[in-house]
């Protein structure tokens, strides 16, 4: 065998057992969502959008969660896209780099891999107790905001390395101050690399359970929220909590919440793509 067909044989396997991963990771999602589809399409009606949680499954809706989850990822934005952003501008262009620098981008690089309980830990003993803040859902949205922070830091220093240096110089040729080089050129250029990252972490926080559990959401409300120390809970605890439940009927309805979860999630990515394309093309023309 000679050694350009050696490589050809190599790349043909290659190709081959790449092929077979995509392939196993569709099969199991199609089966998955066939799963879910089948059983809880049907149990989606009005009254389940309009309908608190309930011992009868068939009274049961998701009024309570969906509101609890709508405040509680509305919150979490505002708190983690001005921090985030802000500290990779920090970083790639006011911090000197040296050891320091290094170490805290190590230490940030750390933080976006440990796991989400660990963070509720943190919110339990800062928000919830030291700082008073109860088990509400600005002690909720304070604690995914800490979960996600590393995440969108990261993706925003990425989007900010992207920006050519060329652009950079060429506005301080032009008499521009820094203040000035970064909103008028630096940012527009990566806002939708930030905004990609920013919104896919936030779709993280959406799915998010373990630090909930922590902070203290509930998974019984016959209410809805009105201000930022009410109590709350969230699709995913209430899926949680119907899940555990010994009646089939529960499963269902559970299965439905799951469908409505997930098309939040397709929303808040579509958001993110169509934001990107719209800034990209503002940044070509």
Request: charged share 10%.
């Given at each position: 065998?000679?050694?350009?067909?050696?490589?050809?044989?190599?790349?043909?396997?290659?190709?081959?057992?790449?092929?077979?991963?995509?392939?196993?990771?569709?099969?199991?999602?199609?089966?998955?969502?066939?799963?879910?589809?089948?059983?809880?399409?049907?149990?989606?009606?009005?009254?389940?959008?309009?309908?608190?949680?309930?011992?009868?499954?068939?009274?049961?809706?998701?009024?309570?969660?969906?509101?609890?989850?709508?405040?509680?990822?509305?919150?979490?934005?505002?708190?983690?896209?001005?921090?985030?952003?802000?500290?990779?501008?920090?970083?790639?262009?006011?911090?000197?780099?040296?050891?320091?620098?290094?170490?805290?981008?190590?230490?940030?690089?750390?933080?976006?891999?440990?796991?989400?309980?660990?963070?509720?830990?943190?919110?339990?003993?800062?928000?919830?107790?030291?700082?008073?803040?109860?088990?509400?859902?600005?002690?909720?949205?304070?604690?995914l905001a800490l979960l996600i922070l590393p995440v969108i830091i990261v993706s925003a220093q990425e989007a900010i390395k992207s920006v050519p240096k060329?652009?950079?110089?060429?506005?301080?040729?032009?008499?521009?101050?820094?203040?000035?080089?970064?909103?008028?050129?630096?940012l527009p250029y990566a806002m939708p690399g930030i905004l990609t990252g920013t919104i896919l972490a936030i779709a993280r926080a959406l799915g998010e359970?373990?630090?909930?559990?922590?902070?203290?959401?509930?998974?019984?409300?016959?209410?809805?929220?009105?201000?930022?120390?009410?109590?709350?809970?969230?699709?995913?605890?209430?899926?949680?909590?119907?899940?555990?439940?010994?009646?089939?009927?529960?499963?269902?309805?559970?299965?439905?919440?799951?469908?409505?979860?997930?098309?939040?999630?397709?929303?808040?990515?579509?958001?993110?793509?169509?934001?990107?394309?719209?800034?990209?093309?503002?940044?070509?023309?």
């Open positions: 065998m000679t050694n350009l067909t050696k490589r050809k044989l190599q790349d043909k396997i290659f190709h081959m057992l790449v092929l077979l991963a995509t392939l196993f990771g569709l099969v199991v999602l199609v089966v998955l969502l066939k799963e879910i589809l089948s059983d809880g399409l049907k149990w989606i009606n009005i009254d389940f959008f309009r309908n608190f949680a309930s011992r009868f499954p068939k009274k049961s809706g998701i009024k309570a969660p969906l509101f609890g989850s709508l405040w509680l990822i509305t919150l979490t934005a505002l708190f983690a896209f001005p921090i985030g952003v802000g500290s990779a501008l920090y970083l790639e262009e006011y911090l000197p780099k040296n050891w320091l620098t290094n170490l805290i981008q190590i230490n940030i690089s750390n933080l976006a891999g440990v796991p989400s309980i660990v963070f509720g830990i943190l919110g339990l003993g800062i928000f919830v107790n030291t700082l008073g803040f109860g088990r509400s859902i600005l002690s909720g949205a304070l604690t060329e652009l950079k110089h060429g506005a301080y040729a032009l008499g521009c101050t820094k203040w000035q080089m970064i909103t008028g050129v630096l359970t373990a630090p909930l559990l922590m902070v203290g959401a509930v998974t019984f409300i016959a209410y809805t929220p009105e201000g930022i120390f009410d109590s709350f809970t969230t699709l995913p605890m209430q899926i949680y909590s119907w899940t555990s439940k010994p009646k089939a009927d529960f499963h269902y309805i559970a299965a439905a919440a799951i469908i409505v979860l997930l098309v939040l999630l397709l929303g808040i990515n579509s958001l993110a793509i169509y934001l990107r394309n719209k800034y990209q093309n503002r940044v070509s023309m």
